[in-house]
Structure formats: C-alpha cells, structure tokens
C-alpha cells in the first residue's frame, strides 16, 4: 500500500503563494491518476486538480490560470503550486493516488487570510 505525505501548508495573505509536495512511500512511476483535493470546513472534499502519467492535467473551474499540478516520477513527489490565492482557497489539501482504490494523505492545512 502506497503511504503519501503532503507538506507545504501553511498561513498567508491573499494574493500571496504557497507550494504544496506530496511525497510517495513507493514508485509513482506506474500511478496513472494522482491528484489534489481540498475540504473547507462544513464542506464536502472537492477535486483541486489531477495529473496522469502521461501528464496530462485536469483543474476545477475556481483554481484555472492560479493552480498548477505536476509530479516527478523519478523522486516518486507531485506538487501544487498555488499563486493568486484567496481567502475561499482556504482548506485541508489532500494528497490523491489511485491505484485500484483511492490512496489519501493526511492533509495539510492552508489558511489564506488578512
């Protein structure tokens, strides 16, 4: 069973960035979906984004042109990098790999405010 790990959270202003990283406990080379997701409180968890092996990306309406996904298959990471962020950005991001069945992470929490 692949374990993940997010790191990167944290607390920061509107307008401001953040990177998250996921990091696998195992190959990620033959993962073909990996993603992102988030839940703000009161909330149900929402898709942030999705990458393939291939590398092929999928975003949610609300984060296109601020968000961008990749992964690193050679050191078995996938990060967010996230600018422009907002207050509504606010949540627990979860790391995602699917592999037969779903995988999560912890989260890590983000907080964008004033």
């Known amino acids: 069973q692949v374990q993940l790990v997010e790191s990167g959270g944290g607390l920061v202003q509107p307008g401001g960035s953040l990177r998250l990283s996921c990091a696998a406990s195992e190959t990620i080379f033959s993962i073909y979906r990996m993603g992102w997701y988030r839940q703000a409180p009161g909330s149900q968890r929402e898709l942030v984004a999705q990458i393939t092996r291939g590398g092929t990306t999928n975003y949610a309406d609300s984060v296109k042109g601020r968000f961008t996904i990749s992964r690193d298959n050679a050191k078995n990471m996938m990060y967010l990098q996230m600018n422009s962020l907002k207050v509504e950005d606010t949540a627990v991001y979860y790391c995602?790999?699917?592999?037969?069945?779903?995988?999560w992470g912890q989260g890590t929490q983000v907080t964008v405010s004033s």
């Open positions: 995602n790999a699917y592999i037969k069945r779903d995988y």
